[in-house]
């Protein structure tokens, strides 16, 4: 059997690097609580992100959590949200008290469709949590337009796009807050970790208090928070994985380039067009599969030792945990997508070899 070919691969300095960089922790013992890897951090990702401000957190789901808490939304009130993303972005906002509202997703780049969104909101609605699927940026003036007109909070989920910029400008500038994940599996990891980003500062003080007990002095507690910090080992990790970004970025956009080479004459199959205005990250390689052959290409592709993904399958509107309790109708166009999308193997290390067998079975099974 030839060799196993998993979705992604975590990227990761050398061992010399982070050995070097984590050897004076063993000197200051200082590990954790907004260190000087985590204040260094902070500095560096504020300026790739080309944000005015940043918060760290322990992950991308305490990110959303957190955000969406420091927006001071009434309780039970409705949220305008996708079903078609990582079960996180809904946790995040029932998790909160706050009522799921699933909108459909356009059938070009997967993001919300914001032509469904104003037919949604009602007296109760208090915000819009779009998500940049796959690093495609949502329409975001559609979304702000429709946010100032009935006076809503936009707090983006970002996970997918680490780096992405339209027009020079971060997609971290979007909305009341976005939220980052640098889980081991996305483009930049600080093995968990996540972050918020936000224009208002009040916002910063509000997330500092809720991912640290809300404790400000020794003796002085001011609200009450959880525990969301982002220790020294993984912003060392963070430091180490931002000074090579811009090679595995790169290394990931000619992978990507191979992928549509390779894959633009098969029949059977279509490729998720790219924003031409958009400075992509590649994230992923999705791929939409025809004649209801999805399964068959995952499952043969599986017994080759090739593991892609159904991602979003199933969407989160209609998991278990929820037992159909939020609407979930009139969501056509996010079932069609879920039912057809493989996403397919992609990191900065993949090699070309390895494409070239993918795209030769997918064309054999199709
Ligand atoms: C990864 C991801 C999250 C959660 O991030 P974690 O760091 O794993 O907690 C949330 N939303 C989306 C769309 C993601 O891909």
């Given at each position: 059997?030839?060799?196993?070919?998993?979705?992604?691969?975590?990227?990761?300095?050398?061992?010399?690097?982070?050995?070097?960089?984590?050897?004076?922790?063993?000197?200051?013992?200082?590990?954790?609580?907004?260190?000087?890897?985590?204040?260094?951090?902070?500095?560096?990702?504020?300026?790739?992100?080309?944000?005015?401000?940043?918060?760290?957190?322990?992950?991308?789901?305490?990110?959303?959590?957190?955000?969406?808490?420091?927006?001071?939304?009434?309780?039970?009130?409705?949220?305008?949200?996708?079903?078609?993303?990582?079960?996180?972005?809904?946790?995040?906002?029932?998790?909160?008290?706050?009522?799921?509202?699933?909108?459909?997703?356009?059938?070009?780049?997967?993001?919300?469709?914001?032509?469904?969104?104003?037919?949604?909101?009602?007296?109760?609605?208090?915000?819009?949590?779009?998500?940049?699927?796959?690093?495609?940026?949502?329409?975001?003036?559609?979304?702000?337009?429709?946010?100032?007109?009935?006076?809503?909070?936009?707090?983006?989920?970002?996970?997918?796009?680490?780096?992405?910029?339209?027009?020079?400008?971060?997609?971290?500038?979007?909305?009341?807050?976005?939220?980052?994940?640098?889980?081991?599996?996305?483009v930049f990891n600080t093995i968990e970790g996540g972050a918020v980003t936000f224009t208002d500062q009040t916002i910063g003080e509000k997330l500092y208090n809720l991912k640290n007990f809300g404790i400000r002095s020794e003796e002085m507690v001011v609200s009450v928070g959880a525990n969301a910090k982002l220790n020294e080992f993984q912003a060392a990790m963070g430091l180490c994985n931002l000074k090579h970004i811009e090679e595995e970025i790169a290394k990931r956009k000619n992978i990507v380039a191979y992928y549509r080479e390779n894959l633009k004459n098969v029949n059977g199959i279509s490729l998720v067009s790219s924003d031409s205005e958009l400075k992509s990250n590649y994230a992923y390689f999705p791929i939409l599969v025809n004649n209801g052959k999805r399964n068959l290409l995952y499952d043969t592709l599986r017994n080759n030792g090739i593991f892609s993904r159904k991602y979003f399958f199933p969407l989160t509107a209609d998991q278990f945990c929820f037992n159909n309790r939020y609407c979930n109708s009139k969501i056509y166009t996010a079932r069609n997508v879920s039912d057809r999308v493989l996403v397919l193997p992609l990191y900065a290390d993949l090699q070309f070899d390895d494409v070239n067998r993918i795209c030769n079975l997918i064309e054999e099974i199709i």
């Open positions: 059997m030839d060799k196993k070919i998993f979705v992604t691969q975590s990227s990761m300095p050398t061992y010399e690097e982070y050995i070097e960089i984590i050897k004076p922790l063993w000197d200051t013992r200082w590990l954790t609580n907004m260190g000087v890897y985590h204040d260094q951090l902070t500095e560096n990702l504020k300026e790739y992100l080309k944000v005015p401000n940043i918060s760290l957190v322990s992950n991308g789901h305490m990110a959303l959590e957190l955000a969406i808490q420091a927006m001071d939304l009434p309780k039970g009130s409705e949220v305008i949200t996708t079903p078609f993303t990582f079960i996180s972005t809904t946790h995040a906002i029932v998790r909160n008290g706050l009522q799921p509202v699933f909108c459909d997703i356009n059938d070009k780049d997967f993001t919300i469709d914001v032509t469904k969104i104003e037919g949604l909101i009602t007296e109760n609605t208090s915000a819009i949590v779009p998500v940049h699927v796959y690093g495609n940026l949502c329409d975001v003036d559609a979304i702000q337009k429709i946010a100032n007109k009935y006076n809503l909070k936009v707090i983006y989920d970002a996970a997918h796009c680490f780096g992405v910029e339209k027009n020079g400008i971060g997609v971290g500038n979007y909305g009341n807050a976005s939220c980052f994940s640098f889980h081991a599996t996305k």
